[in-house]
């Protein structure tokens, strides 16, 4: 596709549960940003990375939050034992390198019961 | 933690009028982005201003930049019902960070 895609769009968890939220960024893009909205709020960085490497996770709220890019495309943004405060919008952005303007995906809504 | 700040937080207007929102900002920067979020839709990118640039226009956009003074105006001009939506300062180099949002309506 043209923009970048997650899946899925919505999701429900139980407490306690793992979810695992999924990203493809434009084709081409080296950079893969993650980052995590509440409501009300603007998007709040989560990590970064640049093709297969993190080069920053420095905005991971807790251990239980963990992501990957392992063939420097396709991402996966999981998240352990869900608690409420996780509820929240997770974005996708991928850009053609570092510096460069950013393009998001639509997010996945996470709702933790 | 969020550097930018938009003000006002919530601003209604008619079809037609303009809208002004403002975004002020804690430490030095290379550039200042804004980006529109519809309802339930991602961030899409409006216009990007270097910090050498007192401004910047695209379309009916027209963005300021004020580096003594932190802070940046985004102006909606002729604005219509499409452009009902949340707008968003950011800045930072590749891990941006964003404000909490101006929400604007545009009333038929």
């Known amino acids: 596709g043209a923009g970048v895609s997650q899946s899925p769009r919505y999701k429900v968890a139980k407490r306690g549960q793992d979810v695992a939220l999924r990203c493809d960024p434009i084709s081409g893009h080296v950079s893969l940003f993650w980052y995590q909205q509440a409501l009300g709020q603007g998007p709040e960085f989560l990590t970064y990375f640049q093709n297969e490497a993190q080069l920053d996770k420095s905005g991971l709220p807790s251990d239980r939050f963990f992501a990957e890019r392992p063939e420097g495309s396709v991402s996966t943004l999981k998240i352990q034992r869900t608690q409420q405060e996780d509820s929240a919008v997770y974005l996708c952005?991928?850009?053609?390198?570092?510096?460069?303007?950013?393009?998001f995906g639509p997010g996945t809504r996470l709702t933790v019961l | 933690s969020q550097q930018g700040e938009e003000d006002p937080q919530a601003l209604s207007i008619q079809e037609g009028e303009n809208a002004t929102m403002n975004c002020s900002y804690k430490t030095s920067i290379n550039n200042l982005q804004w980006y529109r979020q519809n309802s339930g839709r991602g961030l899409v990118h409006l216009i990007l201003?270097?910090?050498?640039?007192r401004e910047k226009h695209s379309g009916r956009l027209r963005v300021t930049l004020d580096t003594s003074k932190k802070s940046s105006s985004l102006l909606i001009t002729a604005s219509r019902a499409a452009d009902t939506a949340s707008y968003f300062c950011?800045?930072?180099?590749?891990?941006?960070?964003f404000g909490a949002g101006t929400t604007v309506t545009v009333r038929a």
């Open positions: 201003i270097r910090s050498n640039e």
């Open positions: 950011a800045t930072g180099d590749y891990k941006l960070s």
């Open positions: 952005a991928s850009s053609l390198a570092e510096y460069n303007e950013q393009f």
